[in-house]
């Protein structure tokens, strides 16, 4: 199924009212195994619809039954295999066809209720008075990022999208308490503040909600990113089952060769200004540093960049980087995400996934403050499959 707008006036009614209802979870998990095979939504949308997935296997009856004790594990593990097999039965019998419409139309649009709202709670924490305590900065490339997957959005929904953001903007700010809120203008001579006094209640749902709005400018922020630099984002399926980001070239060029993403993005601050950076495996098992925002642009010096693989003394020990093997990387030719970007050799892909227990450190800059550090442990890397 291609990335169209031909089923756009479906959406607005395609999204399932989740409940405590078996035939909810199988449908959003049918439509998750068809789009790891069609690849058929865009990757933020597929990681908001594995929570959704989630979510409505927590909701169904048998879920909370097990939890209260009124349903034995082995009840319920029994029923749950029930539900996945006929998930399963059901994504093999629509495979990539027209028949898959319905699953993922109904996937993309509980996604996009999700992935709005979180967004709109990142302007709305952007646009409170700096001194207001719960006031959280959007960088500037975040937010041209979102405003460009709104634009996506609007095309999608089409003559349905004033409706579609009027209800998630009723849905955003239901969700936050009224300490969340900016209160009206104090009376002259008076202290300002912001907001009602905040319970711990109030904490709790207004740092889900921070935490909520940064994870979907994060992963917004790659994809665009990705998108503008000539690459597709697909789901990959570990050997593990779990789901990485896997790049491929949105050309053509390069048909089924994928970058999984291995590790990030991360963000660090260079100079001020910050960056992001992905550590993906390129082809013959090189480790590519790709790195996007305002200040990778600092990062241009390839002598900063060291690889530290070590089997023995503990990640942050002191003694950790004076027992490990050290790899320099080299500026890479090949395709990437907008900034500077680097190869580290193959022997240290071997080092590191070889090595039984290995842990390895990515350090980029010099000095006893680098602009940036990512480690990495071989037994998360090894469960991608190698291509």
């Known amino acids: 199924m291609a990335r169209s707008l031909a089923f756009a006036a479906a959406l607005a009614c395609a999204a399932p009212a989740l409940g405590a209802d078996r035939a909810d979870y199988v449908t959003l998990r049918t439509a998750e195994l068809l789009n790891l095979k069609c690849a058929a939504l865009k990757y933020v949308e597929h990681t908001y619809l594995h929570e959704a997935v989630i979510t409505a296997l927590d909701s169904t009856d048998e879920s909370i039954n097990l939890i209260t004790g009124d349903m034995s594990r082995e009840d319920y593990d029994a029923w749950k295999q029930g539900a996945d097999d006929e998930a399963a039965q059901k994504a093999a019998e629509a495979g990539c066809t027209s028949a898959a419409n319905s699953y993922l139309l109904t996937a993309r649009a509980k996604a996009s ?175 590519r540093v790709m790195t996007y925002g305002a200040g990778a642009a600092s990062l241009a010096d390839a002598s900063g960049v060291r690889f530290y693989v070590a089997g023995t003394a503990p990640y942050g020990d002191p003694g950790f980087r004076a027992g490990a093997s050290v790899f320099e990387a080299t500026p890479s030719s090949g395709p990437c995400l907008g900034g500077p970007c680097f190869d580290l050799p193959h022997d240290a892909t071997v080092a590191l996934l070889d090595g039984e227990g290995a842990i390895a450190e990515l350090v980029m800059g010099s000095g006893d403050e680098p602009a940036g550090q990512v480690a990495l442990r071989a037994s998360e890397l090894s469960r991608v499959p190698v291509q």
Do not use: C
């Open 113 to 287: 209720e999700d992935i709005f709202r979180a967004m709109l709670l990142a302007f709305h924490f952007n646009t409170l008075p700096g001194d207001d305590r719960n006031h959280v900065a959007l960088p500037a490339d975040q937010q041209a990022s979102a405003e460009r997957y709104d634009g996506f959005l609007q095309q999608v929904y089409g003559e349905s999208y004033p409706a579609f953001a009027e209800a998630q903007r009723q849905a955003a700010a239901a969700s936050l308490p009224a300490s969340a809120m900016p209160s009206a203008e104090p009376e002259e001579g008076a202290l300002p503040t912001f907001g009602a006094i905040a319970t711990i209640d109030d904490q709790d749902r207004i740092l889900l909600a921070q935490s909520a709005a940064a994870k979907v400018l994060q992963r917004i922020e790659f994809e665009v990113t990705a998108e503008s630099n000539g690459w597709l984002v697909k789901p990959l399926q570990t050997q593990t089952g779990a789901v990485v980001p896997a790049l491929e070239r949105a050309d053509g060029s390069a048909p089924g060769i994928l970058y999984p993403v291995w590790a990030g993005p991360v963000a660090y601050a260079s100079g001020g200004a910050e960056f992001r950076l992905a550590l993906a495996r390129a082809p013959e098992s090189v480790i």
